[in-house]
């Protein structure tokens, strides 16, 4: 299975779901590789953290691969049963060649207007890779969100959602907690964290839940 964890805004949580979601897989018995087609590397420094630091956690693969990147996927969906690609967020070249051969696509969108003002141009993206990938599923699931319940953006960037049929929002939703950057310093995923707060464990629910969701 191809899901490729894009976007055309920068800094929405791609590679951190990624490292994450790659981390759950593996816990699962799995064989995970991610392809970072980002050249700033972020999937790629943390898994040679997690491989130096964690030597005895679940393996996650990593490569590097830029420009057209659809034939490295096929190359590793032969070989691994999950491909997670981790492109730069904006419009490129990697983003484009990973669509017309990934299974799923995966939008992290923060809860916030610039955010969410990147879907239609995002969608007529989508709709060309549609033509030779028809069977590419289309999910967003919102990321860094706030947890304080009194802000209202969230409901907000659903109803926004709501107006694109095409893209299916996920119920999950992944918030804003410090335990997502300590884990990335650590080569860990948040559901490896061995600490114990009211917010790590929401942290690994929303990691296990986005796990079942996009998998489901
Ligand atoms: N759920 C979260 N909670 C707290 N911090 C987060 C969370 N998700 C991401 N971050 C932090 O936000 C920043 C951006 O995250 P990340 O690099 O994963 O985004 P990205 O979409 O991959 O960015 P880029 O478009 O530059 O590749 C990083 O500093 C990361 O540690
Ligand atoms: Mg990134």
């Not at 964690?54 to 969906?77: F, G, M, R, Y």
Request: glycine share 4%; net charge negative; proline share 5%.
């Amino acid at each position: 299975m191809k899901i490729l964890i894009a976007g055309r805004k920068g800094g929405s949580g791609k590679s951190t779901i990624t490292m994450n979601l790659s981390v759950a897989l593996a816990h699962d018995g799995l064989d995970v590789i991610i392809i970072d087609a980002d050249r700033q590397s972020s999937s790629a420094s943390w898994a040679l953290e997690r491989s130096t630091c964690q030597p005895d956690a679940p393996q996650v693969h990593c490569v590097e691969k830029h420009n057209n990147i659809a034939s490295t996927i096929e190359d590793l969906d032969s070989r691994y049963e999950l491909v997670l690609i981790d492109p730069a967020g904006r419009d490129s070249e990697e983003m484009r060649s990973a669509m017309v051969v990934s299974d799923v696509l995966l939008i992290p969108l923060r809860p916030s207007q610039l955010d969410l003002d990147t879907i239609p141009e995002l969608l007529k993206i989508v709709q060309q890779s549609k033509i030779i990938n028809p069977n590419l599923k289309v999910c967003a699931v919102l990321s860094l969100c706030p947890t304080n319940p009194v802000i209202n953006e969230i409901n907000e960037s659903k109803e926004f959602l709501i107006e694109f049929p095409e893209i299916k929002l996920l119920d999950t939703i992944i918030c804003d907690r410090k335990i997502y950057r300590d884990c990335v310093s650590d080569g860990l995923g948040v559901v490896e964290s061995t600490l114990s707060s009211e917010s790590i464990r929401k942290a690994k629910k929303e990691i296990l839940d986005l796990k079942s969701e996009v998998l489901g």
